[in-house]
């Protein structure tokens, strides 16, 4: 293990994040400068400047690829930190934030309202559809986790194992019923439903941006706290336990930071697979396991990641949109097995990498 | 002092304590022997307040164990079981300053990091701080783990009254080891902690305990204080084999020969 600091990592980390948003914001359909973006964000601050810029450039930039680019961030934050709690909390490293149920659960209710929307809603689609996607994405997301950690909590104690094999059949059983809605549905909505499974980040607005920034930011803020507790976690239940932690409440507590994290950042972006799995792991190869690193770590490094998927997809076929999460998976696992290659080279052997 | 009154514990049907009665006090070494399945293990999880029983109560100086924080509970007592597992790799020294998170908020104090350096030196573990704890041998990671306990226990004066409890911890161990394990968990004793060991080896248990409780089917069978001595009749009944005891004299522990 490396002896730079994590304080080392965090603002190498931040500065790296700086600047790919500062980056992203310039690449896509439409390519501004950078002058041009420092303008804008000098006369929304009042500044004085003199670079031309057109009004509609202006307004790509403030309407459009700010918002997006923002979204982005906090999204890729919500779903790394999750899969970094999920690992600790599951003690298992092929666990993800999808693992109980919520990003399929989510899937399912989007696919309701792609499919059943205009029914529905009938007269009132006009003022209530924009929202009603993203409504039952977060209530599929929230159910399905729900039962989930209800099933494996017999006997007032959770347990972990059962948990994960609750997570496998509601997955199986939400997917089931994505598939029969892709089958009932017509050519274009079955279409939707799929760029939905692979996550788009096309439609952010500033409410979005709000939404989410504020469950995420809330969501690891209070997770940090938890972070001393989650590696005493890794030695097991009851040494846990026997560290003075109430394992109980902590998981109920985990699941449930988990859960609005992860169904609010899904239900308006869609599913986007493998970022939650790999970040912690690239982490934890960086340098350490230790939880509070791992949180902070997660939020910087999978925003920076996620917003570099975005920026492939919009300049792969610009002007058109590439989905995002083929990108993550394209790129992300490739990069991950070369990471675990190059460890294992370099580590001791029996190593947990190696 | 830990008072343990009528202690029941039940898993479904299957009674796995039955009616346990008995005191520990501080500075005499207390070892529990029996047979697999005699409820050693559950009981250690007892009293050490991580199961609640059915029945009974655990008393630490007069106050009910459920009724301390988990918190302020794990400042005084450790438990160092058998052998811990970790599932994701992380350095010997963070394992050890695990110990300390019961102590310290978010951040530990220089003094945090002087008891774990201590508690390292004291388990020869020093040379490995850097190392990842699953890269080492079962032996190593053991005396890591109690450099942990060591740390746990370290530094928060002396006006607590403190609880040392191993659960099977030197079964792993090479006989060096066992010994330099042992021989610490006897010096905290005799500062006056409340040590209780779940051993499995009689010669070694004889050789350690002030004290020896048998257990056999939840319940106290035999309880051997200082002057008392073992006898073939009592590992007959409560392990069914048949041994001799050997005394060799010149201030020898007996020796038990199968």
Known sequence: MRKLSFRFYY????????????????????????????????KALRLSNDVEFSRIEEQVFFQIRLPRVILCAFVGAA??????LMQALFRNPIVEPGLVGTSSGAALGAAFVFVMGKTITGAYAETIGPYLLPLFAFLGGFLSTIVVYKLSN??????VNTMILAGIAMNALANGGTGFFSYIARDPQARSITFWNLGTLT?????????????????????LRYGKSLNALLLGEEEAGYLGVNTEKLKRRIIILNTFMVAIATSLVGVIAFLGLIVPHLLRIMKSSDNRFLIIGSALLGAILLNLADMVARVLVAPSEFPIGIITAFVGAPV????????????QKGGFYA | MLSVRNLEYRVGKKEILRGITTEFSPGTFHVIVGPNGSGKSTFLKTFSGELKPQHGEVVYDKQDVFSINKTELARKRAVLSQQAELHFPLSVEEIVMMGRYPHFVYKPTPNDHAICSDAMKNMDVEDLIDRDYLTLSGGEKQRVQFARVLAQLSGNGSEFQKYLFLDEAVSHLDLKHQHQLLNIAKAICSQGAVVIAILHDLNLSINYADRIVFMKQGKIVYDLGEGDSITSSIIKDVFDVDARIINPGDGHKPIVVF
């Open chain 1, 11 to 42: 603002i190498s980390l931040a500065i790296i994040l700086l600047i790919t948003l500062i980056i992203s914001t310039r690449v896509g359909a439409v390519n501004l400068t950078y002058e041009k973006i420092f303008a804008f964000i000098g």
């Open chain 1, 79 to 84: 779903l790394s930190v999750s899969g970094a």
């Open chain 1, 154 to 159: 017999v006997f007032g104690k959770t347990n």
């Open chain 1, 203 to 223: 439609g952010a607005t500033w409410e979005g941006v709000y939404l989410v920034g504020a469950s995420t930011v809330i969501g690891i803020l209070l997770c």
């Open chain 1, 336 to 347: 991950f097995l070369f990471m675990l290659i190059a460890n294992s080279r370099k580590q």
